[in-house]
Structure formats: C-alpha cells, structure tokens
C-alpha cells in the first residue's frame, strides 16, 4: 500500500560534502521535519557522527542493510532502538529466493 504526502525534497548530499565545515554550519542553522539516511550502518563513524549531531530534525529514519558492523558499534542505538522492519535470510519464504524482488515495490513521485 501507498501513502501519497505532499512533500518538499531538500537537495541530496553525501555525508562527505555535509561534513565540510561550511556546509556543517548550513545544516546547523536549517530545520528539518524529516530526515533519511541512507547506509546508516556507517553512522558510528566519525564524520556521520559530525552530521547527525549538526542536524536539528524532527524524526531521523536510517535505513541499512547491513546493520551488524564488524567493531560491533551500535547502529540502532544511534536511531533510539527504533527498528521499523527486519529482514533476514530465515524470515524470506523459500519460493522467493533466487527472484529479483523479495518484497513488494512502490514508488511516489515528490514535489522538488
């Protein structure tokens, strides 16, 4: 099912380009309702760490396929322990393993 918000999209950036002082300095004089985080099982790492704490948003959503990092740094703990959905190998039904798609697709457009 879909949910269709009207929604105003701030330009995207790397963490990288986020992480220059000047931009740290932007980011921390804007106001966000809403911000996602794309491969946040990097977020422990230092320069996310300078990002996230520069960041006054309403909600921050990480989403990561791989939140178990090897230096065993809590990922989840840097989103209050709030897990949405976890998917694991054990929880995928046998006939859709080896399908391009393991779970239903849906795209929505957004308002530049």
Do not use: W
């Amino acid at each position: 099912m879909c949910f269709f918000y009207s929604v105003t999209v701030a330009p995207l950036a790397s963490v990288a380009s986020l992480a220059r002082p000047d931009a740290l300095a932007a980011l921390a004089a804007a106001r966000f309702d809403y911000v996602i985080i794309d491969e946040a099982h990097h977020a422990p790492a230092a320069q996310y760490q300078r990002v996230l704490g520069a960041l006054d948003a309403g909600f921050v959503l990480g989403l990561t396929a791989t939140p178990e990092r090897l230096d065993l740094a809590s990922v989840a703990g840097l989103f209050h322990d709030h897990i949405a959905y976890t998917a694991t190998l054990a929880r995928i039904p046998p006939a859709a393993k080896g399908q391009a798609c393991l779970c239903p697709a849906c795209a929505c457009a957004a308002n530049p």
